[in-house]
């Protein structure tokens, strides 16, 4: 799997948004882009993913950019709550029949602090 | 829906102890994942399944290290004997193929060896 470049932490004003950049240079053609975040002792979290268009949940927005080299992950109103480590993930598409599953390779990620 | 449950959330044990910790994964997923999260190391991948069978155990550190699933909703990783160097925080997660293969993880069971 690509490997990726995250900031190691990050400050963002509560009520503002947060845009965690993450570079993946050497991405594939099969690869996605997902990103997981991981609240002090908890399990990582699920938040978004995406190939090479851009995403919106309720949760995020996942902005690619046209050469998938990098991405940013936008949370529009961070919160408190949202203070977290954040992981950018390059991960294969999973091969039919489970052989060739993308594993999910964790990074450092980047610690956003979101302050009052 | 219920999400992945792991047991015990916290264990503490004497090193030369068997310790062995319990997933469930989510109904219907078809793939579980063991990971390990300790300070030095971040996370690991130890073991992943798919349909019970495991795929992939190329993580797991060495032959104290042992995991099973029987059956479709119970996994076990085990540990024995458990040395100090062990302690961390194992994550079991479950995904499913073909709903965009999320992978959802429990709340972890934090083990400290001593």
């Given at each position: 799997?690509?490997?990726?470049?995250?900031?190691?932490?990050?400050?963002?004003?509560?009520?503002?948004?947060?845009?965690?950049?993450?570079?993946?240079?050497?991405?594939?053609?099969?690869?996605?882009?997902?990103?997981?975040?991981?609240?002090?002792?908890?399990?990582?979290?699920?938040?978004i993913h995406g190939l090479k268009n851009n995403e919106?949940?309720?949760?995020?927005?996942?902005?690619?950019?046209?050469?998938?080299?990098?991405?940013?992950?936008?949370l529009p109103h961070a919160t408190l709550r949202d203070?977290?480590?954040?992981?950018?993930?390059?991960?294969?598409?999973?091969?039919?029949?489970?052989?060739?599953?993308?594993?999910?390779?964790?990074?450092?990620?980047?610690?956003?602090?979101?302050?009052? | 829906?219920?999400?992945?449950?792991?047991?015990?959330?916290?264990?503490?044990?004497?090193?030369?102890?068997?310790?062995?910790?319990?997933?469930?994964?989510?109904?219907?997923?078809?793939?579980?994942?063991?990971?390990?999260?300790?300070?030095?190391?971040?996370?690991?991948?130890?073991?992943?399944?798919?349909?019970?069978?495991?795929?992939?155990?190329?993580?797991?550190?060495?032959?104290?290290?042992?995991?099973?699933?029987?059956?479709?909703?119970?996994?076990?990783?085990?540990?024995?004997?458990?040395?100090?160097?062990?302690?961390?925080?194992?994550?079991?997660?479950?995904?499913?193929?073909?709903?965009?293969?999320?992978?959802?993880?429990?709340?972890?069971?934090?083990?400290?060896?001593?």
């Open positions: 799997d690509a490997k990726t470049t995250q900031p190691p932490s990050m400050d963002c004003a509560e009520g503002r948004a947060a845009n965690l950049p993450c570079n993946h240079s050497t991405i594939s053609g099969n690869e996605y882009v997902y990103w997981y975040r991981q609240i002090h002792s908890q399990g990582p979290q699920y938040i919106t949940n309720e949760m995020a927005s996942l902005i690619i950019t046209e050469d998938r080299k990098s991405s940013t992950l936008i203070t977290a480590v954040y992981y950018c993930i390059v991960r294969a598409r999973a091969n039919a029949g489970g052989t060739s599953y993308g594993k999910l390779t964790f990074g450092q990620g980047t610690i956003l602090t979101v302050h009052p | 829906d219920a999400g992945v449950i792991q047991s015990p959330r916290h264990e503490v044990t004497e090193m030369g102890q068997e310790v062995t910790l319990r997933c469930k994964p989510i109904s219907g997923h078809d793939y579980l994942f063991w990971y390990r999260q300790t300070m030095m190391r971040g996370l690991e991948l130890l073991i992943y399944f798919n349909n019970n069978v495991p795929i992939d155990d190329s993580g797991m550190p060495e032959d104290r290290f042992s995991a099973k699933m029987p059956n479709a909703s119970f996994s076990t990783l085990k540990i024995q004997p458990s040395e100090p160097r062990d302690s961390a925080v194992y994550f079991c997660a479950s995904s499913r193929q073909g709903r965009g293969n999320t992978i959802y993880f429990g709340e972890g069971s934090w083990l400290t060896v001593v």
